[in-house]
């Protein structure tokens, strides 16, 4: 107990103090002050689809541009920035903090507890993510980015357009074309400082869920009995908390180069630019992980309860899932074999890629074994899974043809590399993130999905995304690099990037039937039944929607699958029969959820997290503009809300005081450890 | 379109589709197609992907198939009252879908891992030359003939040719996907790079290979190209004769004038030409390309444009940073007849 944060310790009558803890959980101060994991998780969610929205409308643009050879729909600049902001969006404003809502949504509910270990620490990494990610979104109306020193612009302009003045410089930001002299304005500063403020976000959580993890799991859930979505954010957790500081290290070089002068990475000086590729990859590798182990813990908690089994070979998937964090810190340099690093340190970091094949075969085929001899039913968050399956096997295939390095010379910087990661970030991680979305969108609603539009969005999708990056993997060995706003006819291309453009606009109209799905169905769709989908997993034994503190009376698990062995028995031949008290288990369960024994205690709402986050939207704004008095001013504000709020937090009561304050024995209800 | 005609059109559209699709596979008519392999080392290359590709869609076809079979045979079907058993996993299973993989995955390493140290090193008798990035064009200087030159690789067909490769600015990277994979050009350090093609037919007197740049270095990285040209050995020694001389004599008016706007307008701060400006500036301090045999290459511009083409430096002098997004040569305000005397001294040197 004495890790979390003290909201179940009462009795004293806290002092008043000029610091008062917001009253209300309803309505927009509601939202803004809330603590609660569920709403912090909802929020996440949807911020993370605006940014999704965005990232599909400039990978629009970019497919628009690529076309037809010589084309000039867009400029080089803003070409430039669309792929870089496409790829910047997609990782860290929409897969990072998608994965993050539902870490946050599911965690308290799958390990039976009331909220996750630091409330108001959750809070506050969602409003830094959410205030960095408008910092740098903003860039497109504030960044400026002019020609290198010496160079000039079309029409001898200072800056390019607005659009092209979004930062464009790569989401891989390599030195010294990062540097203020190769990359004049304000845009790279947007993109570096942006990118410091949310991976600070990321960081804040991954401590906050490993805690969470290792302490508020309910009485009996042993580390072997809780569900695979647990064990993979345990272990995302863990590969945020080692590898963002290196990216925190290394952006904050490239900010240091660009605004103080130092030389880390500026060779004309006597710095290194491949130091700044070490660093970025030694960071990346693990980020590639970061955005596809979530997914696979959706999929893992999926594919059984639509199969009617329980996950084939259930530990050899989490050790897997570890092994592969862990092998994912050893393989940076395969990012690199272009790079003239010796040749041993190639057939090194090349064999050791191989070996990630490994435990990611091993979980395909146990995914394989879970729906064999099973009972499967096609439901759309089962399709999304099936799908992340198929397609996850071919981005694993062309991921082993790059682990060959000599192949790899051929492919890397072409449009082989951009097939091969979007079948794993979009045909795995996006799908498995849908096929989330699908699944507990009666848990977040209370209501049901349209089937019909979640098949047809499905199927679009799926055909959508193959036709859209199958064909780059042709593309890139016939010779189209990536990154280049133009290509010419000679290059005989001309075929698959019409396909491939055609492919986009697929995608987009299916992700719009899953946007009216979504708003339909959460305010006309049918009610939904207690338990709707027959599952395993101990989140679906609360009412649907959650109550506000999720548990009436915090369960005492016996094994994995607990509501599934709560409602089934085995026969002789092991398969599952119906309890006879089927119906009267999941009776009493609605029941007993709605309606606590006694008051529960929840974390109070608080203004400060919140305001830490705005504090440091300021900061970053001010260091941008820090040679004017202007970024002074703002670095001024930035501050004294930022330490404003830490005192108040330190200071502001645990609670207010209220009429129901002398239920001593809550403590022993609510206390779950 | 009825329900009846759109559900035979739906099937016919796809077949189409494939079909056209297979079609395209097979075409070999990029200038960039790594498929499309022209000389030893990228044959090679080439013959790994292929032996991987085959092992991996045979991968591919056993794991989709096995899925496709699994959801078909154990879809639930209606009225089927029966659970399925609930068995939760085999040690047995678990330890032959890790050993086979890692077989595989030994099968791949040894080639890999060979080639890896094959194509690192070059050999003795190796032809040398200097490669340097520059945003938005490679300078190559061949150290035994003392030649500079741009944008176009001469190399003698049926050698190994080692380039050692550096950065005046930015990273850039040297693609000739028909004669080997990449490498970087790094600022501040030598990286090397082994380019060989396959010797010339008989009667053929040369052969052009595209190059482009495949790092991101800025602005116009998509008009940052090369191309590589292999020729008979004497083509070769014909070659490396004409670049060591000094650039020709201008000879008609027009030519004359030019020569002149050489000077007057700037040119001759970034650009040496030989016997006109060397004595002032030389390749080591310049910013642009050398121009003393310009009109020897066939293209210019990171080789994206073509000098066959009449109108193309003529629309290149006009206004560079609108064909090259924040080029170092700026739009010099140069007249119509300015632009032409230009055009036809630059043509001049041969």
């Not at chain 1, 062995?565 to 119906?578: L, P």
């Amino acid at each position: 107990m004495a890790t979390t944060e003290a909201p179940r310790t009462r009795g004293t009558t806290p002092a008043p103090t000029i610091f008062r803890r917001p009253a209300s959980t309803e309505g927009f101060w509601g939202w803004v002050t809330t603590t609660d994991h569920k709403k912090i998780g909802i929020m996440y969610g949807y911020t993370a689809f605006v940014f999704f929205i965005i990232g599909g409308i400039e990978a629009l643009l970019l497919r628009v541009q690529l076309a037809v050879p010589d084309n000039d729909f867009l400029s080089a600049a803003e070409y430039n920035a669309m792929f870089t902001m496409h790829a910047t969006t997609m990782i860290f404003l929409f897969v990072m903090p998608m994965a993050a809502a539902f870490f946050n949504y599911l965690l308290p509910l799958m390990l039976g507890a009331r909220d996750v270990a630091f409330p108001r620490m959750n809070a506050v990494s969602f409003w830094i993510f959410l205030f960095g990610s408008i910092f740098l979104t903003s860039s497109f109306f504030f960044a400026t980015s002019g020609p290198p020193v010496g160079g000039s612009l079309p029409g001898g302009a200072e800056f390019a357009s607005r659009l092209g003045s979004g930062p464009n410089g790569g989401w891989f930001g390599y030195a010294p074309n990062s540097l203020e002299r190769f990359s004049t304005g304000t845009a790279l500063d947007y993109w570096s400082i942006g990118l410091q403020v949310v991976g600070v976000s990321s960081l804040i959580s991954a401590v906050n869920f490993i805690v969470t993890i290792l302490n508020l799991r309910a009485p009996g859930m042993t580390l072997l009995r809780m569900p695979v979505f647990v064990w993979m954010t345990f272990v995302v957790a863990f590969l945020l908390l080692f590898s963002l500081p290196i990216i925190a290290v290394a952006l904050f070089m490239i900010m240091f180069d660009r605004q103080f002068g130092t030389i880390f990475f500026d060779a004309a000086a006597g710095g290194d630019p491949v130091l700044w590729q070490h660093l970025f990859w030694l960071f990346g590798h693990p980020e590639v992980y970061i955005l596809i182990l979530p997914a696979m813990g959706l999929v893992s908690e999926v594919l059984p309860t639509f199969s009617r089994k329980p996950l084939f070979g259930y530990a050899a998937v989490v050790f897997a899932g570890a092994a592969i964090g862990f092998l994912g810190f050893g393989v940076w340099a395969h990012h690199m074999f272009a790079s003239g690093i010796t040749p041993v340190a190639q057939a090194a970091f090349g064999l050791a890629t191989m070996t990630i094949a490994v435990p990611t075969g091993i979980k395909i085929f146990n995914w394989l074994g879970t729906m064999w001899g099973g009972k499967i039913r096609f439901s759309t968050p089962m399709l999304f899974a099936i799908g992340f399956v198929s397609l996850f096997v071919i981005g694993g295939l062309s991921g082993v043809t790059h682990s060959v390095v000599p192949s790899n010379w051929q492919q890397t910087d072409t449009y082989y590399i951009v097939g091969h990661f979007h079948y794993v970030l979009f045909g795995g991680a996006v799908f498995g993130l849908f096929a989330g979305l699908y699944y507990y969108f009666p848990m977040l609603t209370g209501r049901m999905f349209s089937e019909k539009l979640g098949k047809l969005h499905f199927w679009l999708m799926f055909i959508g995304m193959n036709l859209t990056f199958g064909p780059m993997h042709w593309l890139g060995m016939q010779g189209m690099p990536r990154r280049t706003w133009v290509w010419y006819a000679e290059q005989g291309l001309a075929f698959w990037n019409s396909v491939v453009t055609v492919g986009a606009f697929v995608i987009a109209a299916s992700v719009a039937v899953f946007m009216v799905n979504w708003v339909v169905s959460k305010r006309r769709g049918p009610r939904t039944p207690f338990d709707p989908w027959d599952a395993r997993t101990l989140e679906w034994m609360i009412p649907l929607p959650p109550p506000v503190y999720n548990w009436a009376k915090i369960p005492t698990v016996h094994t994995l699958d607990e509501f599934w062995h709560r409602k089934y028995d085995e026969d002789d031949d092991g398969r599952a029969v119906r309890r006879p008290d089927h119906h009267e288990v999941l009776v009493a369960l609605e029941y007993e959820g709605r309606n606590p024994e006694a008051e529960i205690e929840l974390p109070s709402p608080s203004y400060f997290p919140a305001l830490v986050g705005l504090g440091i939207m300021f900061l970053a704004y001010g260091v941008i503009y820090l040679d004017s008095g202007f970024g002074f001013a703002l670095v001024a504000i930035g501050a004294v809300a930022i330490l404003g709020s830490f005192v108040g937090w330190s200071v502001e009561p645990v609670e207010e005081p209220h009429a129901h304050h002398d239920d001593h024995e809550l403590l022993e209800s609510g206390d779950h450890v | 379109v009825n329900r009846r005609t759109r559900a035979r059109l739906l099937p016919l559209l796809g077949l189409a589709f494939v079909l056209s699709s297979c079609a395209q596979v097979g075409v070999r008519d990029g200038v960039l197609d790594s498929f499309d392999a022209r000389g030893p080392i990228a044959e090679d290359l080439a013959g790994l992907f292929w032996l991987v590709f085959w092992i991996a869609t045979a991968v591919f076809v056993l794991v989709q198939g096995g899925l496709l079979y699994t959801l078909f045979r154990f879809r639930e079907k209606r009225d089927d009252p029966a659970e399925p058993k609930q068995f939760e996993g085999s040690p047995v299973l678990e330890v032959i879908w890790t050993v086979i993989p890692v077989v595989i995955l030994a099968a791949i390493a040894v080639p890999t891992v060979e080639r890896v140290f094959k194509y690192t090193e070059c050999a003795p008798d190796a032809m040398h030359v200097n490669v340097i990035g520059h945003q938005w064009w490679f300078e190559y200087y061949y150290p035994d003939h003392d030649i500079w030159t741009a944008n176009e690789l001469v190399i003698p067909a049926g050698r190994e040719v080692c380039l050692t490769m550096t950065s005046g600015d930015v990273i850039h990277n040297y693609w000739a996907p028909k004669l080997n994979g990449k490498r970087y050009l790094i600022p501040g350090e030598d990286t090397l790079l082994l380019l060989e093609s396959f010797p010339l037919a008989e009667g053929v007197a040369s052969e052009e290979f595209h190059v482009h740049c495949a790092e991101f270095c800025g602005l116009s990285h998509a008009r940052m190209r090369a191309r590589v040209i292999a020729v008979t050995d004497a083509g070769f020694a014909d070659w490396v004769v004409g670049q060591q001389t000094d650039a020709v004599e201008p000879s008609t008016d027009l030519e004359v004038e030019g020569l002149a706007l050489f000077g007057e307008k700037g040119c001759s701060a970034c650009h040496v030409i030989r016997g006109v400006n060397d004595d002032v500036v030389d390749n080591t301090v310049v910013i642009g390309p050398e121009l003393t045999h310009f009109a020897s290459r066939g293209s210019f511009a990171g080789s994206t444009l073509e000098l066959s083409d009449p109108d193309a430096l003529r629309m290149w002098l006009a206004d560079p940073p609108t064909w090259k997004p924040g080029s170092f040569m700026p739009n010099l305000g140069l007249t119509a007849d300015e632009i032409d005397a230009l055009d036809a001294y630059l043509r001049s040197l041969r």
